[in-house]
């Protein structure tokens, strides 16, 4: 079945620690996004990639860093640096044409990051 | 002010009552909008898209939009309780890389 996975859907962290979450997505999609949900909060937008090898900061980049090596893969890295990461975290994938079904934004399942 | 505002919820109707959410977006080169629903403890997931000025209908879901006055509305007739969740509105720039923007989210209740 065409889609996103997401991998891990729970995952804990201890203080101190790097942990990476993983995105692939099969729907043959340019661009790729990882957006970060606090509980009872709106989206926000921590890194995008339109193509690969090139990632744009988002709006909430400090403390998180990616990669775009592969078309289909957007993993995401939490460093030691994000003070509070606790957060449902939503990989999502889009075609990138205008004005056409082919720019609808996908999303994962979610992976659900506690600090312990 | 935000990109994309949502009509601060939360928002309750009665089973079989229509629901109107609605969507205000700053950025005036937005081509693509976007309506989600997000259960709690779920991803969202696309309800509707629309790209040009007027209404689209889908089923229950009708959206609206007015390019003129930056409104994007969604209208849910005939509600129903499996309706109660988050809806997220969403844009999508021309420029800025094509990046989209997401509202905070307008949570709506439908008691039977």
């Known amino acids: 079945d065409g889609g996103i996975t997401q991998s891990p859907k729970y995952l804990f962290r201890k203080e101190g620690q790097n942990v990476t979450l993983s995105c692939e997505q099969n729907?043959?999609?340019?661009?790729m996004y990882w957006y970060r949900q606090d509980p009872g909060q709106g989206l926000r937008l921590i890194y995008y990639?339109?193509?690969?090898?090139?990632?744009q900061k988002g709006d909430i980049a400090e403390g998180y860093s990616v990669s775009r090596e592969k078309k289909e893969s957007f993993p995401l890295t939490v460093t030691s640096a994000q003070k509070n990461p606790t957060a449902f975290y939503l990989c999502?994938?889009?075609?990138?044409?205008?004005?056409?079904?082919?720019?609808?934004?996908?999303f994962g399942e979610g992976s659900w990051l506690t600090v312990v | 002010q935000k990109e994309v505002e949502q009509n601060s919820g939360p928002l309750s109707v009665p089973e079989g009552a229509i629901a109107s959410l609605n969507c205000t977006y700053s950025?005036?080169?937005?081509?693509?909008f976007f309506w989600y629903r997000q259960y709690s403890g779920k991803s969202p997931e696309l309800i509707m898209s629309?790209?040009?000025?007027g209404d689209k209908e889908d089923g229950r879901f009708t959206a609206q939009l007015n390019k003129a006055s930056q409104y994007v509305s969604l209208l849910i007739r005939d509600s129903q309780p499996s309706d109660s969740a988050t809806y997220l509105c969403?844009?999508?720039?021309?420029?800025?890389?094509?990046?989209?923007?997401f509202g905070d989210g307008t949570t709506l209740t439908v008691k039977p």
């Open positions: 999502a994938s889009s075609g990138t044409a205008q004005l056409t079904s082919g720019n609808t934004i996908y």
């Open positions: 729907l043959n999609h340019d661009a």
């Open positions: 990639s339109q193509i690969v090898n090139d990632f």
């Open positions: 950025d005036r080169v937005s081509q693509s």
């Open positions: 629309i790209y040009s000025n």
């Open positions: 969403a844009s999508r720039s021309k420029t800025n890389a094509g990046k989209s923007t």
